[in-house]
Nanobody, 117 residues
Framework: QVRLVESGGGLVQAGGSLRLSCAAS????????MNWYRQAPGKQRELVAIITGAGRTNYADSVKGRFTISRDNARDTAYLQMNSLKPEDTAVYYC???????????WGQGTQVTVSS
């Protein structure tokens, strides 16, 4: 059974930092691409960052230079380091993966990030 558990969200002032974690189980973590999405109130869920099993990364333009995605394959955990946070980064952040050979993707429960101005 695939399970993704996010943690690390919270309330931070603009300009501050947070690190989100996504602990995975039920997958061969080291080969899977891991994604971070976010959904702000009244908006569609958007892709924030991805990291492949080989460690290649890509980011939404809105977070480039401020967010860093990484992974620790020994801990089956993906991370999202968020620096220079802005109020517009306020959202629920979700971890996602679409395992090879699976007919569906999997999501965590989400973690709330709130950035005050």
């Amino acid at each position: 059974q695939v399970r993704l558990v996010e943690s690390g969200g919270g309330l931070v002032q603009a300009g501050g930092s947070l690190r989100l974690s996504c602990a995975a189980s039920g997958i061969i973590f080291g080969i899977e691409t891991m994604n971070w999405y976010r959904q702000a109130p009244g908006k569609q869920r958007e892709l924030v960052a991805i990291i492949t099993g080989a460690g290649r990364t890509n980011y939404a333009d809105s977070v480039k230079g401020r967010f860093t995605i990484s992974r620790d394959n020994a801990r089956d955990t993906a991370y999202l380091q968020m620096n220079s946070l802005k109020p517009e980064d306020t959202a629920v952040y979700y971890c996602n993966t679409n395992p090879a050979g699976s007919e569906r993707g999997y999501w965590g429960q989400g973690t709330q990030v709130t950035v005050s101005s």
